[in-house]
T-cell receptor, first 113, second 115 residues
Framework: QKEVEQNSGPLSVPEGAIASLNCTYS??????FFWYRQYSGKSPELIMF????GDKEDGRFTAQLNKASQYVSLLIRDSQPSDSATYLC?????????????FGTGTRLQVTL | EPEVTQTPSHQVTQMGQEVILRCVPI?????FYWYRQILGQKVEFLVS????????KSEIFDDQFSVERPDGSNFTLKIRSTKLEDSAMYFC?????????????FGDGTRLSIL
């Protein structure tokens, strides 16, 4: 069973702080990882993706991937109240025709004033 | 910015009835997906579709489910005889090309309520 694991939270951080969200995965065949943000009752919204070991930065967001440890993380700098949402980590394995996403349960982030 | 659109936003159906959920993927995308999310649970893969045929399907996607691309723009999910446990949010997604690093973009979803 291919699993993506996340701490459900809530993770509470004060406004302006760095939020660190973590994800582990069991399938060594997973090649790319995606971070989605999901507000309550809404659809997943893509934040960023990473497929190489190391860090990838996009604005206030930094994704980190360590394939040896099977670990993915998302850092959110200068957290804002509008960042309060559930963050979904998803891994994908390319089967030759299409890639399906395997999602974790998500981590709920609360940014407090 | 191009987006995936889904209709209806909310569908209420009696158990045993057929339901069709509709999606218009991003226009130049070639890979289409359906996912579902039962309230309070994780997003689950149902099926992927490319070149007018199913690429992969999950255990959830049994004989009661079918997908179709009836024309050049729509992508539909049909549930033939709905069950109470089919109540969930159903998300359509699309991506542009093959490969692991192609992000999937999600529609706003259809909330399916089975009575």
């Amino acid at each position: 069973q291919k699993e993506v694991e996340q701490n459900s939270g809530p993770l509470s951080v004060p406004e302006g702080a760095i939020a660190s969200l973590n994800c582990t995965y069991s399938d060594r065949g997973s090649q790319s990882f995606f971070w989605y943000r999901q507000y309550s009752g809404k659809s997943p919204e893509l934040i960023m993706f990473i497929y190489s070991n190391g860090d990838k930065e996009d604005g206030r967001f930094t994704a980190q991937l360590n394939k040896a440890s099977q670990y993915v993380s998302l850092l959110i700098r200068d957290s804002q109240p509008s960042d309060s949402a559930t963050y979904l980590c998803a891994g994908t394995s390319y089967t030759g025709t299409a890639s399906k996403l395997t999602f974790g349960t998500g981590t709920r982030l609360q940014v407090t004033l | 910015e191009p987006e995936v659109t889904q209709t209806p936003s909310h569908q209420v159906t009696q158990m045993g009835q057929e339901v069709i959920l509709r999606c218009v993927p991003i226009s130049n995308h070639l890979y289409f997906y359906w996912y579902r999310q039962i309230l309070g649970q994780k997003v689950e893969f149902l099926v992927s579709f490319y070149n007018n045929e199913i690429s992969e399907k999950s255990e959830i996607f049994d004989d009661q489910f079918s997908v179709e691309r009836p024309d050049g723009s729509n992508f539909t999910l049909k549930i033939r005889s709905t069950k109470l446990e089919d109540s969930a949010m159903y998300f359509c997604a699309s991506s542009g090309r093959q490969g692991n690093n192609q992000p999937q973009h999600f529609g706003d979803g259809t909330r399916l309520s089975i009575l």
